[in-house]
């Protein structure tokens, strides 16, 4: 070939290598794989996210709404069928949220010992102050051990609080795991429940704390709350309470059995934060069973217009 068809086929080659990298590289930058050197590969001005989803369609919305209400009713049915189940009078009402701020608890006046307050014993009360209708069942001893009542307080979601003695509780420990996996504090009510103002602030001591040690062996937890047996004290039951690590010594204000109820205020009524008293008894002791002294209880605070709530929520 000659010189000159060399060149042209020389030229027309470099031509067309030109032109392949030309092409190769618009499709480079319009798939996004090429890049200068030395820049990020990811684009200058990524397209956000949108502030916020498109408003559900309002049919969505209305079967929303269906699904809750009809979630509602089905639990409402099902508390109905659990108060018939247990015999009473009227569904259980409901007590409202533990408040965000817990009310200030101090011990009841006529109800101190000499410098209370200054020397930092453990309040004694027997009424939590609040205004909303409610009250709190405190439940004494631990004689009897029903199964029954595990399963209506269960069923029916009733909160109750428990101050055990060791020397009717240590048969069955085990009654009373089955209330503490349940949510039920457990607290102490000494070790032999004894008339601790005939005792010297050491026996005093070794009641308490002893008591503390058995729950906590058993049931995991130091308890705050401490009831002295009778409802009886001095001043070294409350210094004794303290060292074992006590805050609280609340005892009651209402007593309720199987048959009847019992008032400390001369009106004979139950009041917005009252605590109810009650024991662990059996037909040994009286007229009928734990459950018959709950029907009670559950049918005169709901009649009244008062609901169940837990002690410790308000401490």
């Keep these: 070939m000659g010189t000159v068809g060399q060149n042209y086929k020389n030229g027309a080659l470099r031509v067309s290598i030109r032109g392949g990298l030309v092409l190769l590289a618009v499709a480079a930058l319009l798939c996004g794989c090429a890049r200068p050197a030395g820049t990020d590969a990811r684009p200058r001005h990524p397209l956000k996210a949108p502030l916020k989803a498109p408003p559900a369609p309002a049919a969505d919305l209305q079967a929303d709404k269906t699904l809750i209400r009809a979630a509602r009713l089905r639990a409402e049915q099902r508390r109905i069928a659990v108060a018939r189940r247990w015999g009473l009078k009227q569904v259980p009402l409901t007590a409202p949220p533990a408040p965000m701020t817990k009310p200030r608890i101090t011990t009841r006046h006529g109800f101190e010992v000499e410098g209370h307050e200054e020397k930092g014993l453990p309040p004694v009360f027997t009424t939590i102050p609040t205004e909303q209708k409610v009250v709190f069942l405190t439940i004494d001893d631990g004689a009897e051990k029903d199964p029954a009542f595990l399963r209506m307080m269960s069923e029916l979601k009733i909160p109750y609080t428990a101050f055990l003695s060791d020397y009717l509780i240590k048969d069955d420990y085990g009654y009373f795991a089955k209330m503490r996996d349940a949510g039920i504090v457990l607290n102490n009510h000494t070790l032999h429940h004894p008339y ?120």
């Excluded at 995991?220 to 690590?245: H, I, K, M, V, W």
């Excluded at 040994?284 to 018959?292: A, E, L, N, P, S």
């Excluded at 709530?309 to 308000?314: G, P």
Aim: one cysteine or more.
């Design 196 to 315: 601790l103002p005939a005792l010297s602030y050491a026996r005093q001591k070794r009641e308490i704390c002893g008591m503390q040690d058995v729950i906590e062996k058993h049931y995991g937890e130091r308890p705050a709350l401490f009831r002295p047996p009778y409802g009886n004290y001095n001043e070294d039951t409350l210094r004794a309470a303290r060292s074992c690590g006590i805050r609280y010594a609340p005892i009651w204000d209402e007593e309720v059995f199987v048959d009847h109820w019992e008032y400390r205020e001369l009106d004979q009524r139950i009041h917005p934060g009252d605590i109810v008293l009650s024991h662990f008894r059996g037909r040994k002791d009286w007229k009928g069973t734990m459950t018959d002294m709950v029907r009670r209880f559950l049918d005169k605070v709901t009649a009244e217009g008062y609901a169940v709530a837990r002690l410790e929520d308000y401490l």
